[in-house]
């Protein structure tokens, strides 16, 4: 099998499925844990009036949303939801450190692996590598067509692949939707997702600036595994 014959191969870039389900599992047990039984209850009933009222206050982000797809529609207003929930009862800043690392890093886990079908991807004709960056290559130029993360240039090398965005559909939306800390929630998933990920497709991640962390771009380098300069602390 050939990588190009994935599932997800030039797809839409969505949370999957199988990662959509154990998201609610997680933030189930971490809401459980951080509030209690009652807590979490209140929790719950807030997130859930909070994603009414943000649907009827913002229907183009709504609109612009649904056109990237039906999840990530779903996501922005329950993610925003349950975020502004925390936020009255922990602040804005330790509600976005409890969604970052009781949550988002979780989910990351399981997430990046299942968007880049990473055991169907070890099993496909030639280099895990090069199946890796064709796989990027074809998943940005899928996201710049549909002009959410725009892919201004990329550069294939041997044993690197560059690509630079330009735009952030997370940024834009959030932003649109008044939480725009949650604009960063993609980069952190990326931190651990690519971690996660790197020993199976034989890559190590690098970028040192994003969008929504202040910088004009994104700028991801893939190497090839062992080829990578010692800045993985400086990731963004």
């Not at 709504?62 to 009862?89: C, D, M, P, Q, T």
């Not at 970052?100 to 055991?119: D, F, G, P, R």
Request: with cysteine.
């Amino acid at each position: 099998m050939k990588v190009q014959e994935l599932k997800m191969y030039g797809a839409k870039l969505e949370m999957p499925k199988e990662a959509v389900k154990e998201q609610t599992k997680i933030m189930f047990h971490a809401l459980l844990k951080q509030f209690g039984l009652l807590g979490m209850v209140g929790v719950f009933r807030d997130a859930f009036v909070n994603q009414i009222t943000l649907r009827k206050k913002h229907p183009e982000a709504r609109r612009k949303a649904a056109a990237i797809s039906k999840v990530i529609e779903k996501e922005l207003f329950v993610f925003s939801g349950f975020f502004l929930a925390l936020a009255k009862r922990l602040g804005r800043e330790k509600a976005y450190d409890f969604f970052k690392t009781e949550v988002m890093n979780e989910i990351a886990k399981i997430s990046m692996a299942a968007i880049y079908q990473v055991k169907d991807m070890k099993k496909c004709d030639g280099d895990i590598f090069e199946n890796f960056k064709k796989f990027n290559i074809a998943l940005f130029e899928r996201t710049t067509r549909d002009r959410t993360w725009v892919m201004e240039s990329f550069e294939d090398t041997k044993d690197k692949l560059t690509l630079k965005i330009t735009t952030c559909a997370n940024v834009e939306l959030f932003s649109e939707l008044g939480v725009p800390e949650l604009g960063r929630f993609g980069c952190d998933h990326d931190l651990v997702g690519y971690a996660a990920i790197e020993d199976d497709v034989k890559c190590e991640f690098r970028r040192m600036c994003t969008i929504a962390k202040g910088d004009d771009c994104c700028v991801f380098e893939f190497y090839r595994k062992g080829t990578a300069p010692d800045t993985a602390h400086l990731n963004k």
